[in-house]
């Protein structure tokens, strides 16, 4: 691969930081995993530009002269540095991604070693921006991003992002790193799940390193009580939607060990306390999720798409646990048209009535 004499970008300041919270190295995998790798021709991808760095990859937008398409390229610029641990969880980043066929997990091209021996894998170049970068620029008050997402175009894109936990969920891999930093949204309706390199095996219930984000990481992961699996990443899903109803993190402006203690404690506070005219439903679905017991939770992403679809059919969610008054409200007000007509049928037919009396 043509390569840039340096690496000049930097890390996107607009993206909650991911946070070591414990030593995962023991847990690592001693496999050398780069022994299976194929080496790639040189002059197969042709350097463009860098697109950013963060953690122990780059990623460089790239040209691929074989499929005659750009291309997103993940390297370890300091591979020579790095111990045989994090060279595993790269690659692994990248085998994980790749066995996640799904429209909304970004899909991953090719895998291997170049001519320097460094590892690298290539994915599709996504053009947009992240849920972060959105809210941000939402919470601002910019008035192009206030027309383009809507609350409730946001909610679609959270059902997007419910769909690929789940089917990740289904394919036995849990991400254990969800925040809108890490959702990716296009210009025409592309919604994203991105870097997957913390993702663990459910089976194992181990991340392949204990890290997360203040805000979107589950008590148990915090504390380190309990087998880390399924729930945290509903927590997480919680704290995105958190984020989409309130434009913040949850807790945020808080100082991080803060935050981490109000998240073992559960004391997060009500959506509704920053957002007086929010809809309790959706209230209701993100407090679900963000239970401090895991088997208060959803047990499923499913369970929260269910419940999202509801809420924006017109439908009591089963988080909220409507009362006989409020169903029978919500059955009006979607049939409000119907039951108009039948009003007015019924005094049309009195009035009638009446005026054959009087007559």
């Not at 439903?281 to 993100?286: D, F, G, H, N, S």
Request: hydrophobic residues 45%; proline residues 7%; aromatic residues 8%.
């Amino acid at each position: 691969m043509e390569s840039p004499s340096q690496y000049s970008s930097v890390i996107d300041t607009d993206v909650e930081p991911t946070v070591v919270l414990t030593d995962g190295e023991k847990n690592a995998d001693p496999e050398n995993l780069l022994a299976s790798l194929p080496l790639k021709p040189q002059d197969r991808y042709k350097f463009i530009r860098s697109i950013g760095f963060g953690g122990m990859k780059g990623v460089l937008l790239v040209h691929d002269r074989d499929t005659g398409r750009d291309v997103a390229m993940a390297i370890m610029p300091d591979f020579r540095d790095r111990p045989l641990q994090d060279l595993n969880r790269f690659v692994r980043e990248a085998q994980i991604t790749a066995k996640l066929e799904h429209p909304n997990i970004v899909p991953v091209y090719d895998i291997g070693i170049d001519m320097s021996g460094s590892p690298f894998f290539t994915m599709k170049y996504l053009r947009g921006s992240s849920l972060a970068v959105v809210l941000k620029r939402l919470r601002a008050g910019d008035m192009e991003m206030m027309e383009k997402f809507p609350q409730s175009r946001l909610l679609q894109f959270y059902l997007r992002v419910c769909n690929a936990v789940a089917f990740a969920h289904s394919m036995g891999i849990c991400h254990f790193d969800l925040k809108p930093g890490n959702i990716h949204c296009g210009d025409y309706g592309e919604v994203q799940v991105i870097d997957w390199g913390l993702a663990g095996d459910i089976s194992t219930g181990l991340p392949n390193q204990i890290k997360g984000t203040p805000g979107y990481m589950a008590p148990e992961l915090v504390s380190g009580t309990g087998k880390p699996g399924k729930a945290a990443d509903i927590y997480a899903l919680g704290g995105i939607l958190y984020a989409i109803l309130t434009l913040d993190s949850p807790l945020a402006g808080l100082p991080q060990q803060e935050i981490l203690r109000r998240t073992v404690a559960g004391k997060i506070p009500q959506p509704s306390l920053l957002v007086p005219r929010l809809l309790p439903a959706l209230e209701a679905v993100c407090m679900k999720a963000m239970a401090l017991n895991p088997a208060d939770r959803y047990s499923d992403p499913m369970e929260i798409r269910s419940d999202i679809n509801a809420i924006l059919a017109g439908y009591a969610a089963q988080a909220e646990q409507a009362s006989a008054m409020r169903n029978c409200f919500l059955f009006l007000r979607r049939n409000l048209a119907a039951v108009t007509i039948i009003i007015l049928l019924i005094l049309s037919g009195v009035l009638a009535y009446l005026a054959f009396l009087v007559s």
